[in-house]
């Protein structure tokens, strides 16, 4: 249930118009990502000997940056 309602506030965030507000919340994610998630570039990452969790966490990475910096 708790992916049910995850990917439901993500659809909710694609709805809605590039707004000041949620390039804000991206913004701030971005930040929160940065100082939480790991910097695979900087342990030079083999992407074809990643695994999926890593794989993961580079797409929610690269999807929050595109709606950070998306106008």
């Known amino acids: 249930m708790r992916g ?3 990917f439901l506030i993500f659809n909710i965030f694609e709805r809605t118009n590039s707004s000041p507000m ?3 919340f ?3 994610l971005s930040r929160i990502n ?3 998630l790991p ?3 900087k342990k030079q990452l083999d992407l074809a000997k990643a695994s999926k969790l890593q794989l993961a966490v580079i797409g ?3 999807w929050v940056t595109k709606n ?3 106008q």
């Open 26 to 28: 991206f913004k701030l």
């Open 68 to 70: 950070a910096l998306d």
């Open 4 to 6: 049910a309602s995850i």
């Open 60 to 62: 929610w990475k690269l």
């Open 39 to 41: 910097s695979y570039s």
């Open 22 to 24: 949620k390039k804000g």
């Open 34 to 36: 940065k100082k939480v």
